[in-house]
């Protein structure tokens, strides 16, 4: 099954103190990494940057290691339209998604990919999205 892995989840799976780590290594558990995972630049961005901020520069180095070592990373940077595209979603929701929500949507849609592993209750509002949690 292809599933796209948000930041909420990675960054909790990561970091021991986070609210919803707890919840991520039952994800973990259930075997969620034996699917076909898929991110996206502006995730990878985003927790390399939570993670380095939050803990140390070591485990942002490792968990980068980890995820390009485990995980296809969609480059949406050379897609024409993505940033416009994704402004259409981003307008359409009325600001209750990020951009970087909405990006996801957008990357999720280009690729075919219905499962999104997220702790963000908003994708719930999504049609064509199953978050997983």
């Excluded at 930041?7 to 919803?20: P, Q, R």
């Excluded at 307008?91 to 219905?114: G, H, P, Q, V, Y």
């Amino acid at each position: 099954m292809k599933i796209f892995l948000d930041s909420s989840f990675l960054i909790a799976y990561v970091i021991e103190t986070d609210e919803n780590n707890k919840l991520a290594l039952k994800l973990e558990n259930e075997n969620i990494f034996d699917n076909e995972c898929y991110i996206n630049n502006l995730i990878l961005n985003e927790i390399v940057t939570v993670i380095g901020n939050k803990t140390s520069l070591d485990l942002a180095v490792n968990t980068y290691n980890a995820i390009k070592d485990n995980c296809n990373i969609i480059n949406d940077y050379n897609k024409p339209n993505f940033n416009d595209n994704v402004m259409k979603i981003y307008k359409k929701n009325n600001t209750k998604l990020s951009f970087t929500d909405c990006a996801i949507i957008e990357t999720m849609n280009e690729n075919n990919i219905s499962n999104l592993v997220s702790f963000d209750k908003y994708f719930d509002r999504v049609l064509g999205i199953k978050r997983i949690h």
